[in-house]
DNA sequence: ATAGGGTTAG
């Protein structure tokens, strides 16, 4: 008998599946009562084989079925994703009376987590509780509590925690795990340092899991605490702490340390680049972020749709279009094209350089229509100013099966004040006061104000304004916006108060009343406020705009002569400013903010501001081609130029789509769609 | 003879 177990353990031990089986029908044969001694050996046999139905098979003819053969079974079908089977091992067992032991409910509570199945989960807890092991087994009680946060019952968890005698590592583990994937990130600090406390070593899975915490909380100190504990645990060099400890540094805002942990890693998987990429990108280091994305590839390794939703988002920060598509096709080729978070960043990249077209066709492919892609959907259509799509896709909601949220309303407040859809816009407004589920937003009164403003409705916005507690800058210079169009004046000064209360020396302001005493005439306050302006040595960040012109981006600065092609620029600038003067273009000087005296310095450095440096760039370059032209500026673009680049539309039937700081405008035929107001 | 916990996105 022992020669047949070593030649068992032996076929177990090569994988050989067809000599267990010769092995199998001859001791069968030549030992009847083999079974009741031997067929758990033949089990486990199978087992290491990988052959489930054989197990199975010869399980279902056993006559004594030994507890660790159940257990062996059951544990063996949920590592095979045969969990569904698994319960039913599970079921037959207490059927026929068989008692679950400690093995027994580590494996099947996993399963029953995994499935998702928490009526199950409870009741095999309580059968866990009567058999006395949930307080004194340390694998039972971090499976239920694993299981518990799993669910999302994350106070369950922390009860059945309170309740077991041996705290070890993992089940500490294992609830620190669960608060910090609930966003209870104190309370796993906390459970940390009560287990540091007791004596408990900590590992690199608890280590990992409280920096996340830490990252979370933006608790730098913990974190570099927890970064030397990790040195001193020689822990340092496992690739799950250092992805951890990257990415504690970059929520820290610590973007120099989570590069020095990257550089200095033996290796880097999937999770790191992809964790290092997306902490770049929230940082604000978007170019950077490219190249290292661009090194991934280089390395073969592969994007998962975290890391293409990040660099995605990148790719819309700075508005890179040509990169943007080539990271699309990296989606189609590795077939996450149809994964929401992708979809949504996308949706949000093609929307931000005005190719509405594209943002329809990626969400209309997608797999799963959830609510962040269709608001996407329906901020680009806003920022477009496609108002009546982004009203058809709101109404559209619920039919999809959602809830509008506090986004979809900001979104298409935006939608109708930049399609001038005013009455609409009122409608909506009242309609989110009376839905209880919605808080209403500053970014909402911000978005009435905006729309009330445009109607000319300046008092009821202001009005609008006293029902916000504590309204912030953002809040009153919207409301300002809407009396500088509207030329009130008097209103006007009294915001100025308000806001240089809230943010003394703010520049935007001074420029904003300034522009509004020059359209009201009041020169000596225009004065006086330039005077202001120079006194102050207010800085304000230098107007720039770019233009990609086959695949290269030319960036300008207001009289910029820096630019190889400088000569042919001013050429073509100077033509296209006499050829749209005939058509009636009329210079408005109200748009000059330096102090220049002589009125021809006024209307050159008028002449020479950026956008228009780029347009005229875009132009040469492109000559015959009716190709449409894309600009950004990194400001908002300024009422001269937005009167100039209408008549240039008209004059050369170029399309021109100009991306601000706010939105875009998509000039066609002398005309633009922010319908003249922005 | 069978068993537990970790890292990335709107």
Request: net charge neutral.
């Amino acid at each position: 008998m022992n020669f047949y177990y070593s030649l068992i353990a032996q076929c177990a031990h090569t994988k050989s599946l067809t000599i267990l089986r010769a092995l199998h029908s001859h001791v069968i044969k030549s030992c009847a009562s083999y079974l009741s001694f031997g067929g758990h050996k033949l089990i486990h046999g199978y087992i290491k084989c990988g052959s489930l139905d054989d197990a199975r098979k010869l399980f279902d003819e056993m006559p004594n079925r030994h507890i660790v053969t159940w257990n062996s079974m059951i544990s063996s079908h949920i590592n095979h994703g045969r969990s569904r089977e698994a319960l039913d091992l599970f079921g037959n067992m207490l059927v026929e009376g068989a008692l679950p032991d400690a093995y027994t409910f580590s494996a099947i509570l996993k399963a029953f987590a995994e499935m998702g199945v928490l009526s199950h989960g409870q009741r095999a807890h309580g059968l866990a509780v009567v058999l006395g092991l949930e307080v004194l087994d340390g694998f039972v009680a971090s499976a239920i509590v694993d299981m518990y946060s799993k669910f999302g019952r994350i106070r369950d968890a922390g009860l059945v925690f309170q309740r077991v005698l041996d705290k070890d590592v993992v089940l500490c583990t294992a609830l620190i795990v669960g608060y910090s994937q609930h966003g209870f990130y104190s309370e796993a600090l906390e459970v940390f340092e009560d287990m540091v406390d007791r004596g408990v070593k900590a590992n690199e899975y608890t280590l990992a899991s409280v920096l996340i915490s830490c990252g979370n909380l933006g608790d730098l100190v913990n974190g570099q605490l927890i970064h030397s504990l990790l040195v001193k645990s020689g822990l340092e060099s496992v690739v799950a702490s250092q992805t951890s400890l990257l990415t504690m540094y970059s929520k820290c805002g610590m973007v120099e340390d989570s590069m020095k942990v990257f550089n200095h890693l033996a290796y880097a998987s999937q999770v790191t680049w992809t964790s290092f990429i997306v902490g770049l990108v929230q940082n604000g280091r978007e170019e950077v972020a490219v190249s290292v994305f661009r090194e991934m590839m280089r390395c073969s390794m592969n994007p998962n749709p975290f890391t293409l939703s990040s660099i995605l988002q990148a790719c819309s920060s700075l508005a890179m279009l040509e990169v943007g598509e080539q990271v699309h096709a990296i989606t189609l080729k590795t077939g996450v094209g149809g994964n929401k978070y992708v979809g949504a960043a996308l949706i949000n990249l093609y929307g931000k350089c005005g190719y509405i077209d594209k943002a329809r066709s990626v969400f209309e492919v997608l797999m799963e229509l959830d609510l962040v892609s269709i608001n996407s959907m329906i901020y680009a259509y806003s920022q477009n100013g496609f108002g009546q799509e982004a009203l058809q896709l709101f109404e559209r909601i619920k039919k999809l099966g959602h809830e509008p949220n506090g986004m979809t309303f900001t979104s298409i407040l935006l939608a109708c004040k930049n399609a001038g859809l005013v009455e609409e816009g009122c409608q909506i407004f009242s309609s989110i006061r009376n839905n209880h589920n919605i808080e209403l937003t500053k970014d909402h009164f911000a978005g009435m104000i905006d729309l009330l403003g445009r109607s000319k409705r300046v008092e009821e916005a202001a009005k609008l304004i006293e029902e916000v507690r504590n309204p912030d800058v953002v809040l009153w210079r919207t409301l300002l916006n809407a009396c500088r169009i509207h030329g009130e004046v008097e209103m006007a000064e009294k915001i100025i108060k308000k806001i240089h209360e809230l943010a003394p020396g703010d520049w935007g302001t001074h420029v904003l009343l300034t522009n509004l005493y020059a359209s009201a005439g009041k020169w000596n306050q225009v004065v006086e406020m330039k005077s202001k302006i120079r006194d102050l040595k207010l800085k304000k960040s230098p107007a720039m705009s770019w233009v990609d012109v086959d695949r290269e981006v030319h960036t300008f600065m207001a009289g910029d002569f820096s630019h190889p092609r400088a000569h042919e620029i001013f050429y073509t600038l100077h033509e296209l400013v006499e050829k749209v003067k005939i058509l009636g273009y009329n210079p408005d000087t109200r748009f000059v903010l330096q102090h220049l005296d002589d009125d021809e310095m006024k209307l050159s450095s008028l002449y020479y501001h950026s956008e228009k440096l780029a347009i005229a760039f875009a132009l040469w370059k492109t000559g015959s081609r009716k190709t449409s032209i894309r600009i950004f500026k990194n400001l908002r673009v300024c009422g001269d130029c937005h009167s100039w680049i209408k008549f240039v539309s008209l004059l050369t039937g170029r399309d021109i789509i100009a991306r601000d700081a706010n939105r875009f405008h998509h000039f066609k035929g002398g005309i633009c769609s922010c319908k003249d107001y922005w």
